[in-house]
């Protein structure tokens, strides 16, 4: 069996924990074709049946899927989504929760992630990750300094923690394929300061200088960094302002993961954090918007209230 066979079989039995009884809705785009075909192959001899559609290319992360494939992922026992654009925050996944189906996303997933990330020790990122949750718990305020000038406070009592392990067995179970990262949405309208985002960002991948984003009031205010950071701004502009609102923070839990330009394997990269803005539905929050662009910080120092749990990158806990 090659790698990427092999890498199909483990994302679909032991982390999606797809049965001989249930059946399986594959949905990719003329991007991702022949991962999507390598899971539907694998999901044939796992699953009852085996069903893979393929759709035009979204044009941006959190773009709805047409409404015929929406309508097939609520039919299904487990979805499954290798697409070049995230579906993760998207009505379409939402609704397939809402009536049980488990659904895996994997947004702008390449082969060699799939064959790195998902040959981790699952039970050991779990155990990370879950602690990282629990020291989360009760926490009022997140802050985030690093040497390149970042420093941003995140008021956060209240909000839903989210671990996710990459592991997704439970009906209504979802998140993103391959994970590890536990996130939350700060409270709209209430984080202030500055991220330097160093590593990577959505809509863009891997930083050629790094992007300096002052937050107002939860609002990325000013943007500048570059070209790159012009082609934030414009990608941020066609979605209208609350594609500026700070949706949400995460830290990555996989030690498997490395920096790669593709978000979906950069944001779960342990000693690094993330902070997107846009759509935070999918979290627990309320905006509502066409978008959602994570940007990677590395190194960071991270302070859950006051208690410094992170250092330069290392967790210290």
Aim: net charge negative; proline share 4%.
């Amino acid at each position: 069996m090659n790698e990427l066979q092999n890498a199909s079989t483990i994302a679909l039995r032991d982390c999606m924990g797809l049965q001989e009884a249930e059946t399986l809705l594959i949905v990719t785009d003329e991007i991702k074709r022949e991962i999507g075909l390598a899971l539907h192959e694998a999901g044939k001899s796992l699953c009852r049946e085996s069903v893979l559609v393929e759709m035009p290319s979204r044009e941006i992360n959190g773009q709805e899927p047409p409404e015929m494939v929406a309508m097939m992922m609520q039919q299904v026992d487990v979805v499954v989504c290798p697409t070049a654009k995230s579906l993760t925050h998207t009505n379409a996944r939402r609704n397939a929760v809402k009536l049980g189906v488990r659904v895996g996303t994997m947004p702008g997933i390449s082969i060699d992630t799939m064959v790195r990330c998902l040959s981790a020790d699952y039970e050991k990122i779990i155990r990370l990750t879950e602690s990282i949750a629990n020291k989360l718990a009760g926490v009022s305020v997140i802050r985030v300094t690093t040497q390149k000038g970042t420093d941003i406070s995140m008021p956060v009592k209240g909000r839903k923690i989210i671990p996710s392990t990459g592991v997704h067995r439970n009906p209504g179970d979802s998140g993103n394929l391959p994970s590890g990262e536990v996130y939350l949405a700060p409270w709209e309208g209430q984080s202030n300061g500055t991220v330097v985002i160093d590593g990577s960002m959505a809509g863009l991948g891997m930083l050629e200088e790094p992007i300096t984003i002052n937050v107002v009031n939860g609002y990325a205010e000013e943007i500048r960094g570059g070209h790159q950071a012009q082609k934030l701004i414009d990608i941020l502009d066609k979605s209208g302002r609350d594609a500026r609102a700070v949706a949400e923070f995460g830290i990555g839990t996989n030690y498997k993961a490395i920096l790669t330009g593709m978000i979906l394997e950069d944001e779960k990269v342990l000693g690094t954090i993330h902070i997107a803005f846009g759509n935070n539905l999918t979290m627990g929050g309320n905006i509502s918007v066409n978008s959602h662009l994570d940007g990677l910080v590395t190194k960071p120092d991270v302070y859950f209230d006051d208690a410094l749990i992170m250092e330069k990158g290392e967790m210290i806990f």
